[in-house]
């Protein structure tokens, strides 16, 4: 949905009430921060509930709307507590919550349906059809993914019913949002849970491959605006005030003057904060430019060195009516920027001593304190009887109030209590799946094996699809600019004979139902709570393997499926990590080494697309009697760099309910 507006909305971070004090005085024309709970930034110092309010009032003072991210995954025992933060959010005037986690999306647009929600970039939307599922969720608009080049933001945002937001500038993640597990499964913090212990930025071969430049869309400013995207949003929530000022404020102006950036803007954008260079490959369509950097010591250096003075609250001037009449409750009336607030206070009496002194009670008045008003004694208009007289306290307490009234930005809230999810479990009967990368392997097993291959639905790449199977995978990521290929390519599917498509993305679902095929939901959807998985039966998945960073009781709490085997992929990189660094021709024996010397297989997946897949599988082959304990109802298997004979040995070891003889994950634990 094209922004009707002239320019996009300019989005600046806040990790505290400093940055957001900076932001606003930037220009920024909306800020998002984080709660103590629920947002992606765990460790930056963000709000609780009453600096929440602080900033709200705050930022509508000044004409900014404030959004909070709530955009984790959440878990059924957490859902409570969320429900009450979203109530809690609404009744204090926050704008908007951007959230990653269907189940939260389902929740909060129940127990508090005048709230917006924004579809978090977490949430992997990546096409159009990804933007019409999060509007059908209830979504006012949607965060697209980093990785989208300029024509495919412009192709969502004209075929999308909500708002789009695409990122501006800032830090990039290598692994397309939300489908990141390396931090998680490898380091045991997560980073759909605000964890993330950025694993990318380590070095790994030698190198530091994964450790991509920030963004910098400067370039681009005019191309933007015509977009119609409606919100333009710069990353930074651990960033410092000046980081937030000075990239907000050279933003503000570039979008006023519908300009690219200068060379001498573009050193100030660095100078803040940088990795070496920008890059604006992903937006421009040119991955295999240079992406990568790291930020040097001379980097940080330069950015310690940067001071801006002065980011501090501003005041906003108001002007007042005040009548202090004779036994008649006092009343006070501030004014100004679009807005007014009446408050009544004590009555007057009549003055024994020393009557009322009209310039020494506007004096009074005036003195706003801690309070982000400005009053001057020229703009209160007084009504003040001869004769009469109010305490100090009193008149105190009337400016307080009104003060207070002005500010507010609170709202009334129907309390429609929390209820908790009647949960439908899967069938009890526990059946098998298995996905398998490479057809050719594949095949061999199954010939020279074939009362091995007992699985109930064998996955195996839409790309080259040719039978012998009854399901297909989608690739994780699907482009608009992909997406007729897909499609044409689910049909022949079907055609020869595949029932069942495995999809890992909101986007997709769709894709698979239009070509007659059952989606069955993968790993990648990230359910970890029965309110996510009830949205997505909703949408038309049928049975879902869950979330790997879930453990066994949580499992049985929400009933699904689990990968009893396999290297579960970590990333999924736009970048081609193989042709960069080791070559087309030698892509079998790619890897990433880590300091320990783990050693994780890379492989190609959809064209030049990598999946850096953990460095131990996960097996759960000679642990049945703890799955069968958690009521799993079907185990997955997932070979992607096995040969044949490897993929014999895995089958009838956990047929045989026996250990591999090598070192494994289990479920639940890194």
């Known amino acids: 949905m094209r922004r009707a507006g002239a320019l996009p909305e300019l989005l600046a971070p806040a990790g505290d009430m400093e940055c957001l004090f900076a932001a606003v005085a930037a220009g920024a024309d909306a800020v998002y921060v984080g709660g103590r709970a629920f947002g992606a930034r765990a460790y930056a110092k963000n709000f609780d509930i009453d600096e929440l309010r602080l900033a709200a009032e705050y930022c509508h003072l000044h004409g900014t709307k404030l959004y909070v991210t709530v955009n984790t995954l959440i878990y059924d025992k957490e859902m409570h507590e969320l429900s009450d933060f979203a109530a809690d959010l609404y009744r204090i005037g926050v704008d908007a919550v951007i959230v990653a986690d269907l189940g939260a999306i389902r929740e909060i647009k129940r127990r508090v349906p005048g709230l917006e929600i924004h579809a978090s970039t977490q949430m992997s939307v990546h096409n159009t059809d990804g933007a019409i599922a999060a509007a059908r969720l209830g979504c006012t608009r949607v965060v697209v993914a980093r990785e989208l080049s300029y024509d495919d933001a412009v192709s969502v945002t004209e075929g999308s019913p909500i708002e789009t937001e695409i990122f501006l500038h800032g830090a990039l993640c290598v692994c397309h949002s939300g489908q990141c ?51 333009l949003k710069i990353e930074g929530r651990m960033k410092s005030p000046e980081y937030v000022y000075t990239v907000t404020k050279i933003y503000r102006r570039l979008l006023d003057e519908n300009r690219r950036a200068t060379d001498a803007e573009m050193r100030e954008l660095r100078a803040v904060f940088s990795r070496g260079e920008f890059t604006d490959g992903y937006f421009k369509k040119d991955k295999f430019s240079r992406m990568t950097g790291v930020r040097s010591e001379a980097d940080k250096s330069i950015s310690r060195e940067l001071k801006v003075e002065g980011l501090g609250p501003i005041r906003v001037p108001v002007k007042a009516r005040v009548k202090i009449k004779l036994g008649e409750p006092s009343e006070m009336t501030l004014y100004g920027i ?76 129907l309390d429609r209590g929390f209820i908790p999810e009647n949960m439908t479990r899967d069938s009890t009967s526990y059946y098998k799946t298995a996905q398998f990368y490479r057809t050719a392997e594949y095949l061999s097993f199954a010939k020279r094996h074939p009362n091995e291959a007992d699985f109930d639905v064998v996955f195996l790449p839409l790309s080259d699809f040719s039978g012998r199977a009854n399901g297909v995978f989608l690739p994780p990521v699907i482009f608009d600019s992909e997406r007729e290929g897909i499609a044409s390519a689910l049909l022949t599917a079907r055609e020869r004979g595949a029932v069942y498509a495995l999809v890992g993305n909101i986007g997709h679902i769709e894709l698979a139902r239009r070509a007659g095929l059952i989606p069955i939901g993968d790993f990648r959807l990230n359910v970890t709570n029965g309110y996510t998985k009830a949205e997505y039966r909703a949408l038309g998945v049928e049975s879902f393997i869950l979330s ?10 929400i009933g699904g499926g689990e990968i009893v085997y396999g290297r579960i992929p970590l990333m999924i990189t736009e970048r081609c990590f193989i042709k960069e660094n080791f070559g087309c021709e030698d892509r079998d024996g790619a890897y990433l080494e ?77």
């Open 338 to 413: 679009g807005r007014e607030a009446r408050v009544f206070g004590a009555a007057a009496g009549a003055a024994i001593n020393r009557p009322l002194d009209a310039d020494e009670v506007k004096k009074r008045l005036s003195k706003m304190g801690a309070t982000h008003l400005s009053l001057d004694t020229s703009d209160i208009e007084l009504i003040l009887d001869s004769g009469v007289n109010l305490s100090p306290g009193d008149i105190n307490a009337l400016r307080r109030a009104a003060a207070e009234a002005f500010a507010s930005t609170e709202r009334e809230l």
């Open 548 to 557: 790997p960073e879930l453990t066994l009781p949580m499992a049985r709490d």
């Open 181 to 231: 597990l390396m931090s998680s499964l490898v380091g045991g913090r997560s980073g759909n849970r605000g964890e993330c212990a950025q694993p990318c930025r380590l070095p790994y071969n030698s190198g530091y491959p994964l450790s991509l430049s920030d963004l910098s869309l400067a370039k681009w400013i005019p191309e933007l605006i015509k977009s119609g995207v409606a919100s």
């Open 594 to 670: 880590d300091r320990t010397g783990a050693r994780f297989p890379i492989i190609c997946e959809a064209g030049h697309r990598n999946l850096i897949l953990n460095s131990r599988p996960t097996y759960m082959g000679d642990r049945k009697r703890e799955l069968a304990d958690a009521k799993i109802s079907h185990g997955h298997f997932l070979f992607t760099t096995e040969s044949a004979s490897e993929i014999y040995k895995v089958v009838s070891a956990y047929k045989a309910g026996e250990p591999l003889r090598t070192e494994v994950r289990r479920i639940g634990k890194r």
